[in-house]
């Protein structure tokens, strides 16, 4: 676990991913590393799957151009995708990245993630979000297959633009999961020095309030500075306006767990906080 993995895909916030990864890179004081995977995309479907259909009665030479068309098309995702590989350790390095390497594949994002998992210290990729009727946003399905699938941390980016967070703020929900977020946080050397909210939605009881100071406590012994909020209200409702006022921040959370944390996260619902913060989130197991 030496490295952090920077999925980058040519698109919006490609830079920002960039940015994030190198910062992070830093921060952790490991090598960074960026991966392109040239993926089989499904409005250019290959020649070859056409053949069967038209081959009746069809001109030899019209499978021909075609098959010379999606020969090019490839050609040109590949050297695309070198500048872009080039760019970004270009990038990296005004960053002041000294480490750093690339990889170009062929197949699926989640099948590229797995094969250099044992490898990886931190991927980061970005969030492409669609609005649907009603004001709807849905997460890239690719960014949640990676969430649900690697053992890794995971940070998402969901700007186009780099912004340093100023603090971090812990979906805390007293759970044995935000607990081990928490103790992951002040054992990592990735936010140290930062200040940090620890925030939990819900009714304000006693044992809530016990929670948050046990947290708290952790945090503060491994040299954070630490505020805490509890917040009447769902989760996902209360914690993405709550995120915003803190701005520029970055939203810490756990993957798994049995309580609301998870469902919001892995469960049904899928990935709703990320769905409605515009923060960066760094998901961690």
Not at 23 to 35: K, M
Not at 73 to 92: I, T
Not at 230 to 243: C, N, Q, S, W, Y
Request: hydrophobic share 45%; proline share 3%; aromatic share 6%.
């Amino acid at each position: 676990m030496n490295k952090v993995y920077a999925c980058i895909d040519g698109f919006g916030n490609t830079s920002a991913v960039i940015d994030w990864a190198a910062w992070s890179a830093l921060r952790l004081n490991v090598p960074l590393e960026f991966l392109h995977v040239l993926e089989r995309d499904s409005d250019h479907t290959a020649v070859s799957d056409y053949s069967g259909a038209i081959g009746l009665g069809a001109q030899e030479s019209l499978l021909q151009e075609l098959s010379k068309l999606d020969e090019t098309r490839s050609k040109l995702s590949m050297e695309s995708g070198r500048q872009m590989l080039a760019a970004a350790r270009e990038r990296a390095e005004i960053a002041g990245i000294a480490s750093h390497d690339a990889q170009l594949r062929h197949g699926e994002l989640l099948d590229s993630v797995l094969d250099v998992e044992a490898d990886a210290r931190l991927f980061v990729l970005g969030e492409h979000r669609r609005a649907e009727t009603h004001g709807k946003i849905h997460l890239d399905h690719r960014v949640e297959r990676v969430i649900r699938s690697v053992k890794r941390p995971v940070l998402v980016v969901t700007s186009e633009y780099f912004v340093a967070p100023t603090r971090f703020v812990i979906a805390f929900d007293g759970s044995a999961t935000a607990r081990k977020t928490v103790e992951a946080v002040a054992r990592s050397p990735m936010l140290a020095g930062f200040p940090a909210l620890l925030a939990m939605a819900g009714s304000d009881t006693q044992e809530a309030r016990r929670q948050l100071e046990d947290a708290r406590l952790v945090l503060a012994a491994a040299g954070f500075y630490v505020e805490t909020e509890l917040a009447a209200g769902e989760p996902e409702d209360v914690l993405p306006v709550l995120v915003a006022a803190h701005a520029p921040v970055l939203l810490v959370m756990g993957a798994y767990g049995h309580s609301r944390i998870r469902q919001l996260i892995v469960g049904s619902t899928t990935t709703t906080l990320l769905r409605k913060s515009m923060a960066p989130a760094l998901i961690l197991r």
